[in-house]
């Protein structure tokens, strides 16, 4: 980002709330913040929210995908990163949380403006999340352990045998992280690979790249090795491509859409790459006939609402017992025809925008064809008023497993509602899709509920509530929706590779 870019004002009329300190804008690379080799190549970083330009950003080239490949491997190899204590690879990460602590306020604002996400929201929970995964993590660092082998050899002989394993570090990691939770997806993928020693370059989405560069310049005045972190801005089918492809990238952990996870998941096989891919989703909430009703219209409301239905998590298909069918579209249509839609730093704002122009045109393509089809929007349907680029909540009806609503991912606030007439159906219809991410069940019967969660291909079952994460709780998808888990001591499986160690002994009287 040029000193120009970042301080003009953006396009158009004054700007609905001040702007938020901007980071510089350069890559980090080997310790430092530097020009990319092409400075010239910058992008446009726009506020969701109002469509104004917020400033420019670099569009890195393959060669700085080099230089940043080059430097984490370096530090990787280098004697002060290989003898570095897990405790203090742990006060790392301890650092820039407290660092993230103390610019709580700046991060939430920027990322509100990056994203449309709102405010609110940002404060209470990206950051809070950015925060616990770094202590969490730190916490980590000194808790890797192997495990001793009982051995048998095959030839009995008058030695004995001693075995042991270890976790050993993978190297140096690609981080590829999407756009609609930027700060916390990046702490997602950084923190694990330090506390479990290895080193990174993160390639945020192009579209919310600025909490990225501004965690960079908090990285580095944490204290962190140069190359152990290193963040390079740019276009993902050009810099993300060579960041897959780059021989010295050991492990590729990757959040985004179902395409490009496969795509990544033929490259890396070219070089057997570590990787895990955490994809897309067309998540089930599914209520029965005995559940609270109070709890269970508003919470399947904001399973699908919640950051404008940007989540893969997002609960999209909406399965209603045939009892209470009409009492939940009712509430649910209700709540959706009346979320206040608006700016991120609107107080007032209920639900913000989509990412991108281009994005609300996809979502509204996409419920199109499902009306197209044979579905009726009981609720929104259509873009929302202003400059920003709102999508209307939306409620589908009369929809069928074969439509495209119900099978493709839509990434925005469009939940498509089925009623249930056979309770005989329930699972069969939970898992009629490619994906198997997550589903939430809502219910006061515990027993229906805990052997449906047995029986629903997805990686998270929520039981009355949903779209809720725990940093000690494993996160992955089932079938379309990824490869591998996040969070827990599944990261440590995830950043770690374990090694055998047999070594035979002279008995020589001893035993």
Same mark, same amino acid.
């Given at each position: 980002?040029?000193?120009?870019?970042?301080?003009?004002?953006?396009?158009?009329?004054?700007?609905?709330?001040?702007?938020?300190?901007?980071? %510089?804008?350069?890559? &980090?690379?080997? +310790?430092? =913040?530097?020009?990319?080799? $092409?400075?010239?190549?910058?992008?446009? #970083? /726009? *506020?969701?929210?109002?469509?104004?330009?917020?400033?420019?950003?670099?569009?890195?080239?393959?060669?700085?995908?080099?230089?940043?490949?080059?430097?984490?491997?370096?530090?990787?190899?280098?004697?002060?990163?290989?003898?570095?204590?897990?405790?203090?690879?742990?006060?790392?990460?301890?650092?820039?949380?407290?660092?993230?602590?103390?610019?709580?306020?700046?991060?939430? %604002?920027?990322?509100? &403006?990056?994203? +449309?996400? =709102?405010?609110?929201?940002? $404060?209470?929970?990206?950051?809070?999340? #950015? /925060? *616990?995964?770094?202590?969490?993590?730190?916490?980590?660092?000194?808790?890797?352990?192997?495990?001793?082998?009982?051995?048998?050899?095959?030839?009995?002989?008058?030695?004995?045998?001693?075995?042991?394993?270890?976790?050993?570090?993978?190297?140096?990691?690609?981080?590829?992280?999407?756009?609609?939770?930027?700060?916390?997806?990046?702490?997602?993928?950084?923190?694990?690979?330090?506390?479990?020693?290895?080193?990174?370059?993160?390639?945020?989405?192009?579209?919310?790249?600025?909490?990225?560069?501004?965690?960079?310049?908090?990285?580095?005045?944490?204290?962190?090795?140069?190359?152990?972190?290193?963040?390079?801005?740019?276009?993902?089918?050009?810099?993300?491509?060579?960041?897959?492809?780059?021989?010295?990238?050991?492990?590729?952990?990757?959040?985004?859409?179902?395409?490009?996870?496969?795509?990544?998941?033929?490259?890396?096989?070219?070089?057997?790459?570590?990787?895990?891919?955490?994809?897309?989703?067309?998540?089930?909430?599914?209520?029965?006939?005995?559940?609270?009703?109070?709890?269970?219209?508003?919470?399947?409301?904001?399973?699908?609402?919640?950051?404008?239905?940007?989540?893969?998590?997002?609960?999209?298909?909406?399965?209603?017992?045939?009892?209470?069918?009409?009492?939940?579209?009712?509430?649910?249509?209700?709540?959706?025809?009346?979320?206040?839609?608006?700016?991120?730093?609107?107080?007032?704002?209920?639900?913000?925008?989509?990412?991108?122009?281009?994005?609300?045109?996809?979502?509204?393509?996409?419920?199109?064809?499902?009306?197209?089809?044979?579905?009726?929007?009981?609720?929104?349907?259509?873009?929302?008023?202003?400059?920003?680029?709102?999508?209307?909540?939306?409620?589908?009806?009369?929809?069928?497993?074969?439509?495209?609503?119900?099978?493709?991912?839509?990434?925005?606030?469009?939940?498509?509602?089925?009623?249930?007439?056979?309770?005989?159906?329930?699972?069969?219809?939970?898992?009629?899709?490619?994906?198997?991410?997550?589903?939430?069940?809502?219910?006061?019967?515990?027993?229906?509920?805990?052997?449906?969660?047995?029986?629903?291909?997805?990686?998270?079952?929520?039981?009355?509530?949903?779209?809720?994460?725990?940093?000690?709780?494993?996160?992955?998808?089932?079938?379309?929706?990824?490869?591998?888990?996040?969070?827990?001591?599944?990261?440590?499986?995830?950043?770690?590779?374990?090694?055998?160690?047999?070594?035979?002994?002279?008995?020589?009287?001893?035993?």
């Amino acid at each position: 980002m040029t000193q120009s870019a970042q301080n003009r004002a953006p396009d158009g009329p004054a700007a609905p709330h001040p702007l938020p300190r901007l980071p %510089r804008g350069l890559p &980090l690379i080997d +310790g430092q =913040l530097v020009e990319p080799l $092409r400075p010239d190549r910058m992008v446009d #970083t /726009i *506020d969701p929210s109002t469509g104004r330009v917020i400033t420019q950003l670099h569009a890195c080239t393959i060669d700085d995908v080099d230089r940043a490949v080059q430097a984490a491997h370096r530090c990787f190899e280098s004697r002060e990163w290989r003898t570095m204590r897990p405790l203090d690879r742990g006060r790392l990460l301890e650092r820039l949380a407290l660092l993230v602590e103390e610019h709580r306020e700046e991060l939430a %604002r920027l990322e509100a &403006l990056d994203s +449309g996400k =709102l405010l609110n929201v940002t $404060r209470a929970i990206d950051l809070q999340f #950015t /925060i *616990d995964g770094l202590r969490y993590y730190a916490g980590w660092a000194s808790k890797i352990a192997g495990e001793y082998v009982s051995h048998s050899p095959l030839v009995p002989e008058d030695a004995v045998y001693r075995a042991y394993t270890q976790r050993r570090p993978v190297g140096v990691v690609a981080g590829i992280t999407p756009w609609n939770f930027p700060i916390g997806q990046a702490i997602q993928k950084i923190a694990p690979a330090i506390a479990f020693g290895c080193t990174v370059v993160l390639k945020p989405a192009l579209e919310t790249s600025l909490t990225a560069l501004r965690l960079g310049e908090l990285i580095l005045e944490a204290g962190f090795p140069a190359g152990a972190v290193n963040i390079i801005t740019g276009h993902g089918p050009e810099i993300g491509t060579a960041l897959v492809n780059h021989p010295l990238v050991r492990k590729i952990a990757f959040t985004g859409s179902t395409v490009t996870g496969q795509n990544i998941l033929a490259s890396a096989a070219q070089t057997m790459k570590r990787v895990t891919l955490e994809l897309g989703g067309k998540s089930p909430a599914i209520i029965l006939a005995d559940a609270d009703l109070d709890r269970a219209i508003p919470g399947a409301a904001a399973a699908i609402f919640a950051n404008s239905g940007q989540i893969c998590t997002a609960g999209s298909r909406l399965l209603i017992e045939a009892p209470i069918y009409d009492k939940v579209m009712e509430g649910v249509c209700d709540i959706a025809r009346n979320l206040k839609l608006g700016s991120a730093f609107d107080p007032a704002t209920q639900m913000g925008p989509l990412i991108s122009a281009r994005h609300r045109s996809r979502v509204a393509a996409m419920v199109e064809a499902g009306l197209a089809e044979g579905a009726s929007a009981v609720a929104g349907g259509c873009p929302g008023e202003g400059d920003g680029w709102f999508y209307k909540p939306t409620v589908l009806a009369g929809v069928s497993s074969q439509m495209s609503v119900m099978q493709e991912e839509i990434f925005g606030p469009v939940v498509c509602a089925v009623r249930v007439d056979d309770a005989a159906d329930i699972v069969r219809m939970a898992n009629d899709t490619p994906f198997g991410l997550a589903a939430s069940i809502w219910t006061r019967d515990l027993d229906r509920a805990h052997l449906l969660a047995e029986r629903i291909d997805a990686g998270t079952v929520w039981l009355n509530t949903h779209n809720v994460l725990d940093l000690a709780m494993p996160f992955g998808g089932h079938k379309l929706s990824g490869l591998g888990h996040e969070f827990g001591n599944e990261a440590m499986k995830s950043f770690t590779e374990p090694k055998a160690v047999c070594m035979r002994l002279e008995a020589r009287g001893l035993v």
